[in-house]
């Protein structure tokens, strides 16, 4: 969208700046100027002050200053040309749009959010006082909503019966469809439903969610089709009612429903906006940082696995944010606390942890770490973790603090961090997409994170099995789906076994036949070996105390990084690699 500049300077001398301001801040006379607390940071005497004649403020605590048009983007955080439209609209101007395309968009976008609008306050006077809506207040009531809250979120009722909220809005069926109201043939849309009213940060309507009642038709949850306003991967829920709080904290929760917003909100944290049927994309991100840097994730975050670990470090990296996890109680979401136990609500999303952090803590749990087998084996899978970070300095601090907590060396941790990095970094751009579609269309449950080593010696047996399949046992993979993958592909004629066995499992096998593999399989299979040896030389050396056991451990050692080193030579790789598998063999 375009303004010309003619109607920019129009709305500016149109507006008046300092009855604008005084909507946000009390402002005295004082000489030439208006003075008052500044509304951009804290303070107790006031530094902020208002030129009218000039049309700027300036605040001599924060230094932050402009013309009436900054004022409103700051204060609230709309873009250049929404704040423009904002001011119009206060000052009865209509806009002329540069492009004459943007026009009657605008104007049909327009008459969208007008019905949007009026549709709220159908729903939300229903649910207030009719008598069809009983079943719906009464759910409320149960579930601890009070009045108070129904009308500053303004939740409504969408009736059963059809038609009625067509014949208030007094419109066809037509205009109901374009705004996601209803259907073609004249049906609503949302019907004998809870609804919430989604809006932009600015307020304005551009959608609902609908959610279904006790013993009401299924889907649990309805949102709005798309629209000419409407874009589920843009849309945050509860960013108007939460914005003013957002910018105050610098924080900004990110649940999954909107319950869980209202839910924070009741807890005494009302910073929460909520994706509205969809993972989290780049454009929501991008919002939000509009508003604050300290995102906090306050849903289980751990299912979608490495595709949406990469895509977090991205964000953090491209628009300075830092990505927390809440510490939920395992299954519990933030509405649901918020009824029960508002206190542990706010103490999870203080007790946030980096995104990184949380990772390693989730998988240390499973693992006993009161042995030296289970504390080789944490090490190792914390290392793919860190190793998956972009930073240098952020891995590192991790490998210092980890080797301590695990009881190895650093240097051993580093090592292994690093040989994980570049393996990542070897991995095609080709997987990258296809994990980050998956991850886009909700493939949220793997068991347990693949190593690209481990993907691409898979990928090997599928491809060049007479290269690799005898050489590689199951006790090589790590990750509990890459087993259960090699197990399959063990059998004869595993194609015609994949009908009987797990959906994911079959989803991973049938990915990985599409692929090609990018190097020797004999090299692929080295570079599942590389760890598990360093695992091995960690274990015989770093975790034994006692000094008999580490001179009987000393030959196998020797041995084993003599193998290790022929492994990365192309000429002694395919013996080395036959001598390694053989001891695996006969050690597992
Ligand atoms: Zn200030």
Redesign the pocket.
């Known amino acids: 969208m375009a303004i010309s500049d003619d109607d920019v300077q129009k709305i500016k001398e149109a507006t008046d700046i300092v009855s604008v301001v005084s909507q946000y801040v009390t402002l005295k006379k004082v000489g030439m100027r208006w003075a008052g607390l500044?509304p951009?940071?804290t303070?107790k005497t006031g530094?902020?002050s208002v030129n009218a004649e000039e049309g700027f403020f300036y605040?001599f605590?924060?230094?932050?200053s402009g013309d009436v048009i900054q004022f409103i983007r700051e204060i609230e955080q709309l873009d250049f040309v929404e704040s423009v439209e904002w001011l119009a609209e206060k000052a009865g101007i209509i806009i002329e749009y540069t492009n004459v395309n943007d026009a009657s968009v605008h104007k049909e976008k327009k008459l969208v959010s007008e019905l949007l609008t009026r549709a709220a306050q159908f729903f939300n006077d229903r649910l207030l006082s009719s008598p069809d809506a009983g079943k719906a207040r009464a759910y409320l009531r149960n579930r601890g909503f009070t009045r108070e809250t129904v009308e500053a979120f303004q939740i409504g009722y969408a009736p059963m019966q059809t038609g009625a909220l067509r014949a208030f809005l007094g419109t066809d069926a037509t205009k109901m469809e374009a705004a996601g109201l209803g259907y073609s043939g004249g049906g609503s849309f949302f019907r004998d439903r809870l609804m919430f009213p989604i809006s932009e940060p600015n307020g304005q309507v551009i959608g609902f969610g609908g959610r279904m009642l006790p013993e009401g038709q299924p889907p649990k949850y309805k949102n709005s089709p798309q629209s000419k306003v409407y874009d589920k991967s843009k849309v945050l829920y509860g960013l108007n009612f939460a914005k003013r709080e957002i910018v105050a904290s610098g924080q900004i929760i990110v649940c999954e429903g909107y319950t869980d917003v209202i839910g924070c909100a009741k807890a005494g944290i009302p910073r929460a906006v909520a994706t509205c049927g969809t993972a989290l994309t780049e454009q929501h991100m991008k919002l939000m940082t509009r508003f604050a840097k300290k995102i906090v994730l306050a849903f289980d975050a751990d299912g979608a696995g490495q595709a949406a670990a990469d895509r977090f470090y991205a964000w953090e990296k491209s628009y300075e944010v830092e990505v927390f996890v809440a510490q939920l109680p395992s299954g519990s979401d933030p509405g649901q606390m918020a009824e029960e136990n508002p206190e542990a609500l706010v103490e999870a999303i203080e007790s946030a942890r980096p995104f990184l952090e949380h990772r390693i803590a989730r998988v240390l749990q499973s693992v006993d770490l009161t042995t030296a087998e289970g504390r080789a084996r944490a090490a190792d899978m914390a290392a793919q973790i860190i190793s998956e970070h972009p930073n240098d300095l952020v891995r590192d601090q991790y490998v210092v603090e980890f080797a301590d907590k695990l009881k190895v060396s650093i240097e051993i941790l580093r090592k292994l961090v690093l040989k994980y990095f570049q393996d990542g970094r070897k991995r095609g751009d080709a997987k990258k997409d296809v994990e980050t579609r998956n991850y886009e269309e909700g493939f949220s449950q793997e068991l347990g994170p693949i190593s690209s080593a481990e993907r691409n010696l898979l990928c090997a047996v599928i491809h060049a099995p007479e290269a690799v399949k005898d050489l590689t046992i199951k006790e090589m993979f790590n990750s509990e789906l890459a087993s259960m993958a090699f197990d399959l592909l063990c059998k004869e004629d595993w194609k015609k076994h994949l009908d009987a066995e797990n959906e994911q499992l079959v989803a991973l096998v049938q990915r990985l036949s599409v692929e090609g593999i990018d190097a020797d399989p004999i090299e692929l299979l080295s570079r599942v070996l590389d760890p598990i040896i360093d695992r091995w030389q960690m274990e015989l050396v770093y975790d034994v105390t006692d000094i008999d056991r580490l001179r009987i451990n000393q030959p196998l050692v020797k041995w084993l990084s003599e193998r290790q080193e022929e492994m990365h030579l192309e000429e002694t790789r395919l013996a080395s690699v036959q001598a390694i598998t053989s001891w695996l063999k006969s050690v597992s």
Request: glycine share 10%.
């Open positions: 500044c951009f940071h303070e530094s902020f605040c605590g924060c230094q932050k």
